[in-house]
Every structure is written in structure tokens, then in C-alpha cells.
């Protein structure tokens, strides 16, 4: 099973189509007993020989099953396939109402990997392997707040798991984790405004080609493109191909450069020079006929470099080849299928991405030997598309390794040191100016990466505040002050007030004012001030006549009155 077109019926082109000449070229070679990139090829009994037939899952899982159906129907022995993790789980449920295995070289996600498929195995290593990388290069960069965006399926959801679940055991906080439809804007909007809202300045991407345009004119939207961002995606999305495919391809060229993609990396060094000198000398002695029934166009050339799907699709055919051989009994022709699954997990030999074997349990390729390669995406010399250069290395045994020239980081800067992810120490903010953090100045304070201005009734009088002071005596009347303004003389501010304006200032004893918060004056003659907000009261023996204002009244009287 390959994946030649879209959900949307467009052609993916030729990176799917090479990587359906390498299944072609494994089954020639199978035949052959070619031992260029697997030495066991003499290994397979004399007798036996390889038959298969090519399909296009149209990248649906409703064509999937259709195809698995109709296998069943025919008696096949094995399935190689699906690309897609969506349409690989859904074809192990049907092949296992005939005990037939599913083998596929693509599909990633973790769930794959449960119960839930007893019939499934890959050749490619699962997501949690380029998961657990991703959280080791955070903290190599110094990276400790991300965000999340992930497709709505099993891939996605699986992926984004697996980095939530190495990010909480590494100390690596992820802020927000939305998800989205594919193939509605509308759904990435919304996903894109809780990336915005959370701050975070490193954002993962798990998504697809298809998607690409909507997250890019989504991301440009929210402001979060350009310096002081990074983006990282896994390895279901070529640069080369997005742009070719974009409406706006100045705003998509923005977008991409800059960005880090990852992938497990089977033909590396070695590896990778082997397979492609015995893809140059074979690829145009490849049959193209299964592949142009498949397609339903023609397919007349293999040109160019295969991709490291190429490698796997090979190692899987190869695999089904080895474990069909070992269930079959020569001597009465027939097919042991119920321990077919059996046979094909115990298998273990050298292949063109490196050692075949599987955990007996869930089907996955044994991790040992896999590097993860992070490839940054940056301009091509015409300044038209994006291409990726393989950049960073990371293996479980070595860690972090540079490999490529000076990686150029989203907004075109070029540095060595990766951006910050905006992490600032409390009453510090991190500044896209200077790509660096800043202390919030007086009169504010810091709150979750944002600076926010003292309310009244406080006030901070340094930068980098963490909180606001509350005014202990005085009053703060506006937000964002940097000091309580005091009382007014002879007057004070009880402490249970909040201390927000000057009406709360009373006079103390022996001073009285007309008003809250007005000038305080001395008592008048023969009178009692005993401060707090009331008026002079007449001292025992003396009248006061109480239409004067200095009693409550409203009358200007001379202190002969009083």
C-alpha cells in the first residue's frame, strides 16, 4: 500500500513515487537473491519467490480498508503498508479477521503500537523516538516552555502525547497543547490563538503538507512569525513541495525559513552512500508498470535522489519477504498464517536502513543504531523556495551533534546560539527588540510573561517588580504607580482602607476638615477635635451653635458666634 494522491485527490509527486520504485526494486531483488544491501538474500529458500500488487490508499482510510478487504478476499499473505499512520490502523483491524500482518514503513504514531493492533509492525522507529529528542534538544538550547499545534488523528495525537510525556519528566513546561481539524481554517484559528495566548515563543508543529497554508496565513495573523519564534515540525511535511503547492509563496517563504523539521535519519553517512549508488545504477531498470496501475497516470521515470522512505519501504518488502519464507513448509507447500506474525518479529537481519528487528510485543523497530537528523529550513539560492540542510544529530548514545553550517533561524537570523523560548526570570519579560528578557519597569510587575500595571491602592517602586506594594499610609489614586502619594499634614490613613484615594485621609486629633480628604485645621476655641472624619464637638461648659459651619452648618460665623 503506498500513497500516490491526497484526501483531496492531488498528486503528491515524486518523493512517493520513488519511494514505490524502491518496493519495486526490493521485489526484483528478492527474486534475484541481490545481496547489495541485504546480505541474508541467499538466506531465503530456493523455491521461493515474491508476487505483490501495488495500491494507492489515496491517503483515506475508507480506500484503505477497501483495498485490505478485497486482500483478504485473494488470500494474501502479508500487507506492506499503509504511509499513513489514519489509514495503517484501520487496515490492521480488517487483515487481523484473517491473521494477516500489516507491516508498514511510514506509519509513526504510538498508539499503533497497543493492543488495540495485535497485527501491526513497521520498520520505521515510532514517534516516541523523535519525541524523546525533541525534549533533549529543548533543554540543550536552554528551551523550557513550548507550545504544541497538532493534527486531530491518531498521529498526531500519539506524537503530541509522547512530547508531553518526555516534556513532564524533563522539566520541560508545555504551556498549551491544541489541536486542530484538517483541511478547516477555522479550526486552526482557533488552535493558533491558544499558541498566541500562552506566550510561548517555540512551537512544535505536528501536521501535514495540506495544512500548511491555513497555519501559515493562521500563524502571520496571530503575529507569530518572524524573530524571537521557532518553529520545529516531524517529518511529514516537505518544504519543497509546500512551497510549490503555496497561493502566496513570499508569505509562505517567510514562514518556513527558519523553521527545524525531524526525522529519524535510517540512510546516513554510509548507509545512505550504499543505497544510492545501487539506486543509481538500478532505477531506471525499474518495472514502472505497477506503479502507473496504481497511480492512474504515467509514471515514466525514477530520476533524482530516493528518500530515506525509500530505504524503509525496501527493508519492509524485504521483511515480509523473510518472514513469509520462514512460515512456509517446503516440503508440503502450505503457509503457517496464524504464526506468520510469529515469524515475522523474530526476524533480525542487516538491511539498507540498518538492523531489522522488533519488539515481540508491539510490533516496533528496535531503536538501537537510529539518529534523529534536525534539518533547518532556509532559503535556496534564488530566494524562490526553501531547502532543508541537515544541521543537528541526536542519538541516545551521543547526544547533540553539529553537523551543518550556521543555522538561519526564523526572521532570517543567522546564529549559532538559537533564539530563547521567552523564558525570563519573575518581573522580567522577554523583549522581541532584543530578542533577549527585560525587567518590567516601575510602576508594573511581572505576571506570566507579561508586564501589568500596579492597580490602584499599590504601587512598585522598582523594575523587575514581582508584585505590587500595598500603601502602608498615603494613598495610590492611579494604576501604575511607582509611589504612595502621603497624606495630607495632620492627617492619616486608617490601615484597613485600601488606600485609593485622597477622601480616605482623616484629620487626627486636634484638627478637624470640613470634608473627607480636605485641608485639616486646628480645633477652634472652646471646642473638641477628636480627628477620624468628625467634626469639633463644644467642650463641657460651651455652646456651639450648630448652624455654623464649624459645627456641621452651613453658615460662615465669627468665633465670637461660637
Known amino acids: 500500500m503506498v500513497r500516490l494522491h491526497g484526501t483531496d485527490g492531488a498528486v503528491l509527486g515524486a518523493v512517493r513515487e520513488k519511494a514505490a520504485g524502491a518496493a519495486i526494486m526490493a521485489a526484483k531483488h528478492i527474486r534475484a537473491r541481490n545481496t547489495s544491501l541485504v546480505p541474508a538474500a541467499q538466506t531465503l529458500h530456493p523455491a521461493f519467490n515474491i508476487d505483490f500488487e501495488l495500491v494507492d490508499t489515496r491517503s483515506s482510510a475508507h480506500v484503505g480498508v477497501k483495498h485490505a478487504v478485497a486482500f483478504n478476499e485473494q488470500g494474501i499473505d502479508l500487507i506492506v503498508g499503509a504511509a499513513r499512520s489514519a489509514v495503517s490502523g484501520p487496515v490492521a483491524l480488517v487483515s487481523g479477521l484473517t491473521d494477516t500482518p500489516v507491516l508498514s514503513y511510514s506509519s509513526t504514531a504510538a498508539v499503533l503500537a497497543t493492543s488495540t493492533y495485535p497485527m501491526f509492525s513497521r520498520v520505521i522507529p515510532n514517534d516516541a523516538v523523535t519525541a524523546f529528542s525533541l525534549v533533549m534538544v529543548c533543554k540543550e538550547f536552554g528551551w523550557t516552555r513550548i507550545a504544541i499545534l497538532f493534527i486531530d488523528d491518531s498521529y498526531g495525537q500519539g506524537y503530541a502525547q509522547s512530547v508531553e510525556n518526555f516534556a513532564a519528566a524533563q522539566g520541560v513546561d508545555v504551556l498549551v497543547s491544541p489541536s486542530f481539524t484538517s483541511s478547516q481554517p477555522g479550526s486552526i484559528d482557533n488552535a493558533m490563538q491558544g499558541v498566541s495566548e500562552s506566550g510561548a515563543r517555540v512551537i512544535f508543529c505536528i501536521a501535514f503538507a495540506q495544512d500548511m497554508e491555513a497555519i501559515a496565513v493562521s500563524a502571520t495573523e496571530q503575529g507569530l512569525v518572524g524573530q524571537g519564534y521557532v518553529w520545529l515540525t516531524g517529518d511529514a511535511v516537505d518544504p519543497e513541495s509546500v512551497m510549490e503547492a503555496s497561493t502566496n509563496p513570499a508569505r509562505m517563504l517567510d514562514f518556513l525559513t527558519g523553521f527545524l523539521s525531524i526525522a529519524t535519519k ?297
Open 266 to 562: 535510517p540512510l546516513y553517512g554510509e548507509k545512505g552512500e550504499r543505497f544510492s549508488e545501487v539506486w543509481e545504477s538500478e532505477k531506471n531498470l525499474i518495472d514502472l508498470d505497477p506503479l502507473t496501475r496504481a497511480a492512474g497516470y504515467a509514471v515514466d521515470s525514477m530520476e533524482g535522489e530516493c528518500s530515506d522512505m525509500c530505504g524503509y519501504i525496501y527493508d519492509a518488502v524485504w521483511a515480509a519477504a523473510f518472514a513469509v519464507d520462514a512460515a512456509v513448509d517446503y516440503d508440503t507447500l502450505t503457509l503457517d498464517k496464524p504464526q506468520l506474525l510469529s515469524h515475522l518479529r523474530e526476524l533480525s537481519f542487516e538491511a539498507s536502513t540498518g538492523l531489522i528487528s522488533f519488539d515481540p510485543e508491539t510490533g516496533n523497530r528496535a531503536a538501537g543504531g537510529i539518529s534523529v537528523i534536525y534539518q533547518n529550513w532556509v532559503p535556496t539560492s534564488d530566494g524562490a523556495s526553501v531547502r532543508g540542510v541537515d544541521t543537528y544529530m541526536w542519538d541516545a548514545d551521543t547526544g547533540m551533534m553539529e553537523l551543518g553550517p550556521m543555522p538561519v533561524w526564523s526572521g532570517g537570523i543567522k546564529t549559532r546560539f538559537p533564539p530563547p523560548d521567552g523564558a525570563c526570570e519573575s518581573g522580567w519579560v522577554y523583549s522581541t527588540e532584543t530578542l533577549s528578557c527585560a525587567p518590567c519597569g516601575v510602576g508594573t510587575y511581572g505576571d506570566q510573561g507579561v508586564c501589568v500595571a500596579c492597580e490602584v491602592g499599590k504601587v512598585a517602586a522598582m523594575e523587575g517588580s514581582v508584585s505590587c506594594a500595598i500603601c502602608e499610609s498615603g494613598y495610590a489614586e492611579r494604576e501604575g504607580m511607582t509611589e504612595c502619594t502621603a497624606c495630607p499634614d495632620n492627617s492619616d490613613r486608617n490601615s484597613s482602607t485600601k488606600g485609593v484615594s485622597r477622601a480616605e485621609c482623616l484629620c487626627t486629633a486636634g484638627y478637624y476638615s470640613e470634608v473627607p480628604g480636605g485641608e485639616c485645621e486646628v480645633c477652634v476655641p472652646g471646642a473638641v477635635c477628636p480627628g477620624g472624619g468628625r467634626l469639633p464637638e463644644p467642650r463641657y461648659g460651651f455652646w456651639g451653635q450648630q448652624s455654623c459651619r464649624q459645627f456641621g452648618g452651613e453658615l460662615e460665623c465669627a468665633e465670637d458666634w461660637l
